[in-house]
């Protein structure tokens, strides 16, 4: 399985699915590890716009928020 994560510079919006192959992006084989890496890129002035997983899982920039204030809901 793998999770995409998706960043931009602060302010960026949601790309849409036409923007996604020009988007950037960091995979990882866990949506913990996705999670993670979306904390170090808000920490690090990035802005995380979405996770996507193999699976369907989507995350908006709202659930990604959320689940980074609050990592125990997550799991």
């Known amino acids: 399985m793998t999770f995409r994560v998706f960043t931009g ?8 699915a036409i923007e996604k ?13 996705a999670l993670a890496w979306a904390h170090h890129a808000s920490t690090s002035g990035h802005a995380v716009l979405l996770i996507e997983g193999d ?4 995350l908006t920039k709202q659930d990604i928020a959320n ?4 990592p125990e809901r997550s799991r």
Do not use: M
């Not at 192959?21 to 590890?33: F, G, P, Q, T, V």
């Open 67 to 70: 689940a980074l204030r609050h």
């Open 21 to 33: 192959h020009r988007s950037l992006y960091k995979e990882y084989a866990s949506l913990d590890e």
């Open 55 to 58: 699976d369907g899982t989507i």
């Open 9 to 16: 510079p602060p302010g960026s919006e949601v790309p849409s």
